[in-house]
């Protein structure tokens, strides 16, 4: 009885369910449960720690890290538990906070798959030094030397990235804290031709017609009003230049409201295709750039030119230098 009270007293802890719920899908380490569960790393090990030593959870080396898998099996004499814990999750599988846990799963899982330190996992191809980074890098070099501009540049690694193939990056982020940070990338990669400003996506610290690219990554869905953040990206782009934007497509993930300050969930294709137009854009292509079967998360390539001399641009946002 004692051993029994213990157990359950373990299992009355809601953070503790979520872990043992996620480990049950897929097996993580420390690192990618916090991002799932969006807790300190400090109570996701002790929370784990205690989950293992009821013989709930075992942990294993993978490729330098340790990763954690539920015991679903009746290996510890949980078998009897873990059934009544399964019909909980199903029951419970509608739940929002439940359903925003999976949504980050997901991105944790693409994440690692995109990062091919992980591979070589039996069932996959091993292809050493096969990356994402280089080849992006690789196509860099088939660019001429563009003038960039990072508008809502967050820690700079696109920033850092770009600055690679352009002749010179304008760097911009409404955070002070955030540009520190990314400055600080900068600076350990190496990196000096990057100009650095503090300013909002609706009133850019940039001179008219000064880049040739504009870069819209993730940003505009922080955006108070996107529409005038489009508007001002095109002014600062010379005739003939682009503004390439990668946002979300619409979903109903609400949580990224208040744990990544989203304002806007995503937009519509049609609507990113409208407001772009609006903002004076020509050749405005939308398309689909990542989706994974099951991720509430789609990513969407948009791109647009700002017409040639002869035609101007509509006049809202053109008064900022």
């Given at each position: ?143 001429p030397p563009l003038r960039v501009a990072d508008l809502g540049c967050g820690e ?36 000096r031709n990057i100009l650095w400003k503090r300013g909002e996506l609706e009133s ?118």
């Amino acid at each position: 009885m004692i051993a029994a009270s213990a157990l359950y007293r373990l299992l009355g802890d809601d953070v503790r369910l979520r872990i043992l719920r996620v480990l049950a899908a897929e097996r993580l380490n420390v690192t990618e449960l916090t991002a799932v569960l969006g807790i300190a790393q400090s109570g996701v090990s002790r929370h784990l720690g205690l989950l293992k030593e009821a013989g709930l959870i075992a942990e294993r080396r993978e490729g330098g890290y340790t990763y954690y898998r539920a015991t679903a099996d009746d290996a510890n004499g949980n078998g009897a538990v873990w059934q009544l814990l399964s019909r909980q999750f199903e029951d419970a599988a509608g739940d929002a906070a439940l359903r925003a846990d999976d949504a980050r799963l997901k991105e944790v899982l693409r994440l690692r798959k995109e990062s091919f330190a992980a591979h070589g996992v039996e069932g996959r191809q091993l292809v050493p030094g096969r990356s994402w980074a280089a080849w992006a890098r690789a196509l860099g070099l088939l660019l001429p030397p563009l003038r960039v501009a990072d508008l809502g540049c967050g820690e700079g690694y696109l920033t850092v990235e770009a600055a690679r193939w352009a002749s010179r990056v304008i760097a911009v982020d409404r955070s002070p804290q955030v540009l520190a940070r990314a400055r600080d990338l900068a600076r350990r990669r190496r990196v000096r031709n990057i100009l650095w400003k503090r300013g909002e996506l609706e009133s850019l610290p940039i001179a008219d017609r000064s880049v040739d690219v504009a870069l819209l990554s993730q940003a505009l869905h922080h955006a108070e009003e996107p529409g005038r953040a489009l508007h001002e990206a095109a002014r600062i782009v010379v005739a003939g230049g682009r503004v390439l934007i990668l946002e979300l497509r619409q979903h109903d993930q609400a949580w990224v409201r208040e744990r990544l300050g989203d304002r806007w969930l995503g937009f519509p294709d049609a609507d990113l295709v409208r407001l772009m137009k609006d903002a004076g854009l020509t050749d405005v292509q939308v398309r689909t750039g990542a989706r994974l079967t099951g991720d509430p998360f789609t990513v969407l390539i948009g791109c647009g030119t700002v017409p040639r001399e002869g035609h101007t641009l509509p006049t809202e946002g053109r008064k900022r230098k």
